[in-house]
């Protein structure tokens, strides 16, 4: 069974930084392309970054780039989402996803497993 789970989600003032994290079981990490999408309340859910399989490609939405660094480690399963410099803009549940498709999409249909997302809330 594919699992992914998000953490370090929480509330941080703006211009304060989190990290997350999204462990991945029960499937062949380094063979998926990972992506983080948002979706704020009553919005549609939005690509944010993503990295292709070994990591040596990234790609971001316009709005987090130089603001936030996705990486990832094949070792321990895990991508990352360093998000620096946050906005109140930026609060939104974030999730990690799989994708077999074309590294770096902002497609969501072509990601096939998603995590079940954490809240990041950042404050005015």
């Known amino acids: 069974q594919v699992q992914l789970v998000e953490s370090g989600g929480g509330l941080v003032q703006a211009g304060g930084s989190l990290r997350l994290s999204c462990a991945a079981s029960?499937?062949?990490?380094?063979?998926?392309?990972m992506g983080w999408f948002s979706q704020a309340p009553g919005k549609e859910r939005e690509f944010v970054a993503a990295?292709?399989?070994?990591?040596?490609?990234?790609y971001y939405a316009d709005p987090v780039k130089d603001r936030f660094t996705i990486s990832r480690d094949n070792a321990k399963n895990t991508v990352y989402l360093q998000m620096n410099s946050l906005k109140p803009e930026d609060t939104a549940v974030y999730y990690c996803?799989?994708?077999?498709?074309?590294?770096?999409?902002?497609?969501?249909?072509?990601?096939?497993?998603w995590g079940q997302g954490t809240q990041v809330t950042v404050s005015s």
């Open positions: 029960g499937l062949a990490f380094s063979t998926y392309a």
């Open positions: 996803a799989a994708s077999t498709g074309t590294p770096g999409t902002k497609n969501k249909d072509e990601y096939s497993y």
């Open positions: 990295i292709s399989l070994r990591g040596r490609r990234t």
